[in-house]
T-cell receptor
Framework: KAGVTQTPRYLIKTRGQQVTLSCSPISGHRSVSWYQQTPGQGLQFLFEYFSETQRNKGNFPGRFSGRQFSNSRSEMNVSTLELGDSALYLC???????????FGPGTRLTVL | GESVGLHLPTLSVQEGDNSIINCAYSNSASDYFIWYKQESGKGPQFIIDIRSNMDKRQGQRVTVLLNKTVKHLSLQIAATQPGDSAVYFCAENMSGGTSYGKLTFGQGTILTVHP
């Protein structure tokens, strides 16, 4: 069974731009969570989607948003990019909300 | 200004030794714990998990111990191999309410295995 896939793998943007990252969960998984990983803050939870609805949200500004489609694929969007948004963005999927989360390889975002 | 990164604990072992990686978790209400391994340039890889109704769980070459009294989790790797070199994270989750789907991660431990 294919794992979690994320596209693109690498992205370079400039301040003020916006970006959309995509995540395809493991087939049959219905819950998708997003995390930000930086050297300074470690791994931090962004939000979780289940059945096309955001169920949980971390402590990030409103510039960070996401959505989930009927096939469980998810996207996250960051608007008005700041230098501090440079990070590895990780997507994880699980069968249901209480199950083990399996991570994708991440999207490395660099903001110049 | 100068950026300050997390100072991750490090563990260096010789190939064939047993490794023990420790983690103190923060929320006494957490009831699900997971260990992940992250190699350079990759996403975290699931190793083993344990729920709060257990205090020990074994997998292939790995054992997780949970001590709820002191909120401590450990990962034991038997016969450590160079391929085990990575950053290891513990994560906790509290089922119910608004915590579903949200993992809280520890800072990580860098394991280096010398041949």
């Amino acid at each position: 069974k294919a794992g979690v896939t994320q596209t693109p793998r690498y992205l370079i943007k400039t301040r003020g731009q916006q970006v959309t990252l995509s995540c395809s969960p493991i087939s049959g998984h219905r819950s998708v969570s997003w995390y930000q990983q930086t050297p300074g803050q470690g791994l931090q939870f962004l939000f979780e989607y289940f059945s096309e609805t955001q169920r949980n949200k971390g402590n990030f500004p409103g510039r960070f948003s996401g959505r989930q489609f009927s096939n469980s694929r998810s996207e996250m969007n960051v608007s008005t990019l700041e230098l501090g948004d440079s990070a590895l963005y990780l997507c994880a999927s699980s069968l249901f909300r209480t199950d083990t989360q399996y991570f994708g390889p991440g999207t490395r975002l660099t903001v110049l | 200004g100068e950026s300050v990164g997390l100072h991750l604990p490090t563990l260096s072992v010789q190939e064939g030794d047993n490794s023990i990686i420790n983690c103190a978790y923060s929320n006494s209400a957490s009831d699900y714990f997971i260990w992940y391994k992250q190699e350079s340039g990759k996403g975290p890889q699931f190793i083993i998990d344990i729920r709060s109704n257990m205090d020990k769980r074994q997998g292939q070459r790995v054992t997780v111990l949970l001590n709820k009294t002191v909120k401590h989790l450990s990962l034991q790797i038997a016969a450590t191999q160079p391929g085990d070199s990575a950053v290891y994270f513990c994560a906790e989750n509290m089922s119910g309410g608004t915590s579903y789907g949200k993992l809280t991660f520890g800072q990580g431990t860098i394991l280096t295995v010398h041949p």
